[in-house]
């Protein structure tokens, strides 16, 4: 199971990538294993400012669909329009070209609640 050291995680399987105050945010290479292919990326919320923990979107894979949750608090700035055509893309490259979408953080300071890639992989061995 792939956790790069350089990023934060979520509970939920999402990584968080932080270059200065906007976060790059997608799901683990984890998360998209236990989809299976996916088929289907939903975000409607571009432009939207959304806490922590809210849903932002969802994914579609051949087995089920799966909410996504913002990591930390900001506004939505950018989606990653390559997954409308083609979503296969967050399972070949999940922490490179399949990431989700791009964050304007709004509180830096909640980056202290998400899991470094230790603490990830921990969660997932015990699960």
């Given at each position: 199971?792939?956790?790069?050291?350089?990023?934060?995680?979520?509970?939920?399987?999402?990584?968080?990538?932080?270059?200065?105050?906007?976060?790059?945010?997608?799901?683990?290479?984890?998360?998209?294993?236990?989809?299976?292919?996916?088929?289907?990326?939903?975000?409607?919320?571009?432009?939207?400012?959304?806490?922590?923990?809210?849903?932002?979107?969802?994914?579609?894979?051949?087995?089920?669909?799966?909410?996504?949750?913002?990591?930390?608090s900001g506004e939505i700035?950018?989606?990653?329009?390559?997954?409308?055509?083609?979503?296969?893309?967050?399972?070949?490259?999940?922490?490179?070209?399949?990431?989700?979408?791009?964050?304007?953080?709004?509180?830096?300071?909640?980056?202290?609640?998400?899991?470094?890639?230790?603490?990830?992989?921990?969660?997932?061995?015990?699960?």
């Amino acid at each position: 199971m792939n956790a790069p050291q350089d990023l934060k995680y979520t509970k939920d399987h999402e990584w968080i990538r932080i270059d200065d105050n906007i976060a790059t945010i997608g799901i683990t290479d984890f998360a998209q294993g236990e989809l299976g292919d996916i088929v289907y990326v939903e975000i409607e919320t571009l432009t939207q400012t959304l806490d922590a923990e809210t849903v932002f979107g969802s994914v579609e894979a051949v087995k089920t669909v799966s909410d996504l949750f913002m990591p930390l608090s900001g506004e939505i700035i950018e989606l990653n329009e390559a997954l409308e055509d083609n979503p296969e893309i967050v399972n070949e490259d999940p922490y490179g070209e399949g990431w989700m979408v791009k964050v304007r953080c709004t509180d830096l300071s909640q980056l202290e609640g998400l899991l470094d890639a230790e603490a990830y992989k921990s969660i997932i061995t015990a699960g």
